[in-house]
């Protein structure tokens, strides 16, 4: 596992996707910035204090078909919160692709993918998440936090990219030998607000539902009277 240090970066992810489209980048490969300036977020731009965090992207050749494509969230949101959950205790996955702590967000990911041959030949794994850093832009800082805010101590952020690494290596493995039933068990089970009343907008209204998890796709599955599937585009949740 190669890890690629650079003082800083638009964004990881950017620089990552130019590095596989001049070459073949050996799997695994990982590239740590200090600072960006346009890290991407699903939601928009990632606001990170320089070298306080880790800003990641990693790169891998999952060769797994289209269809497939949310089985690389869950083995990366699982990674992560294994990760945390040796410093921290309330940790769990808040779909579709954050981690929040003690009701807080304190990590958020965003997967972006090469396709070749309807399979996905390379992705990257951008991972954003909050170390040492103690203090947030006011609009965001009652619903976010940092291991150091929750843990109490700063935190080598090298040591903890080497044991995200190998957790992603891990599920990876599990991933490729079909262990698909047990990952999204875990997932599931680590599903902030599953079994609990959500609200969410769909088509611009206001509802809610019971969250009963995630299926194998990447749906979301609420219950209100009558069982219902959403994947991430139909559908934002109203929870933190």
């Known amino acids: 596992m190669k890890i690629i240090k650079i003082n800083g970066s638009i964004s990881t992810n950017d620089y990552a996707m130019s590095m596989l489209s001049k070459s073949e980048v050996p799997p695994w490969t990982t590239i740590f910035s200090g600072y960006q300036t346009k890290g991407k977020g699903r939601n928009g731009i990632w606001l990170s204090e320089p070298f306080k965090n880790i800003l990641i992207s ?3 050749n999952p060769k797994i078909s ?3 494509i949310f089985h690389l969230n869950i083995i990366s949101s699982l990674s992560i919160k294994e990760t945390l959950s040796q410093y921290i205790d309330d940790v ?20 972006e993918n090469k396709i070749h041959n309807d ?7 951008g991972i954003g998440l909050n170390v040492n850093q103690i203090i947030f832009p006011k609009d965001i800082s009652h ?7 929750e843990y109490k101590k700063s935190l080598n952020r090298y040591a903890i990219i080497n044991k995200i690494l190998l957790n992603l290596k891990n599920y990876h493995s599990m991933m490729k030998k079909d262990k698909l039933d047990y990952l999204l068990y875990l997932y599931n089970k680590s599903l902030y ?22 299926d194998a796709k990447g749906n979301i599955m609420i219950y209100d009277n009558n069982m219902d599937k959403y994947n991430e585009n139909d559908i934002k949740l109203d929870i933190i």
Not at 119 to 125: E, F, L
Not at 202 to 210: D, M
């Open 193 to 214: 607000k599953i079994d609990r009343e959500i609200y969410f907008y769909h088509k611009l209204k206001r509802q809610k539902g019971i969250l009963k998890g995630i």
């Open 143 to 149: 619903k976010t936090t940092s291991i150091k805010i």
């Open 66 to 68: 289209l269809d497939n």
């Open 92 to 111: 769990h996955i808040k779909w579709p692709n954050d981690i929040i702590c003690n009701k807080k967000k304190i990590c958020g990911i965003l997967i």
């Open 119 to 125: 399979k996905i030949a390379n992705s990257i794994i």
């Open 58 to 60: 990693i790169i891998i």
